[in-house]
């Protein structure tokens, strides 16, 4: 594995760094296909009850392991939504496209619950992996698929790092909490 290959598994995303300090303190966060549980890590050592779903079994049984740490086996895409409505506070998905659960992850926060998404977008294809456009982010499409949530800040274009990538990324609320900082600082996991 290069160390850039090593770096994108284990550094959180800037985007969810940024804005995870917006989420309740204490609050419940679910990870959408957290993977190797970059995000996961991150999210607990900022005090948050997390929880991760994936389908890889194999991946998951390494974060088991970890104390404070919820995993849970589904195939979100083949099985049902393994979670009840209202019961998270925030909601993490990076790299990951299932256009179907859009609904789901609305459903999962309770009012004031931040939703922090972030994926590859139209675009992409010029510069590699992902490039079906399946999985692919039509232009501005998060933008206008999360009804009723209320967006915070959305970006779409072209980032260097960690690897050069067409992006879309958003940050939106449920229910109206006034308004957001936009000059947060993101949370350092230094204590």
Not at 8 to 25: H, N, Q, T
Not at 78 to 89: C, L, R, S
Not at 159 to 187: E, H, M, Y
Request: aromatic fraction near 8%.
């Amino acid at each position: 594995m290069s160390a850039a290959a090593a770096h994108e598994i284990d550094s959180p995303s800037p985007w969810v760094c940024r804005w995870a300090s917006l989420i309740r303190s204490g609050g419940r966060v679910l990870d959408v296909a957290c993977g190797h549980g970059r995000h996961l890590r991150y999210l607990k050592s900022l005090g948050f009850a997390v929880v991760g779903v994936d389908r890889d079994e194999t991946v998951l049984a390494v974060l088991k392991g970890l104390g404070g740490v919820e995993v849970q086996i589904a195939d979100i895409e083949a099985g049902p939504w393994p979670f009840a409505p209202g019961v998270f506070d925030g909601v993490v998905v990076t790299n990951y496209l299932h256009r179907p659960i859009f609904p789901n992850l609305v459903g999962a926060l309770r009012p004031g619950g931040l939703l922090i998404y972030e994926t590859f977008a139209l675009g992409n294809e010029r510069y590699g992996r992902p490039s079906n456009p399946a999985f692919l982010l039509r232009p501005n499409e998060l933008l206008h698929s999360l009804k009723p949530l209320a967006v915070i800040a959305f970006e779409q274009g072209l980032v260097s790092a960690p690897k050069t990538a067409v992006i879309q990324r958003v940050c939106a609320v449920l229910g109206d909490r006034g308004a957001a900082p936009l000059d947060v600082a993101p949370a350092s996991t230094e204590g």
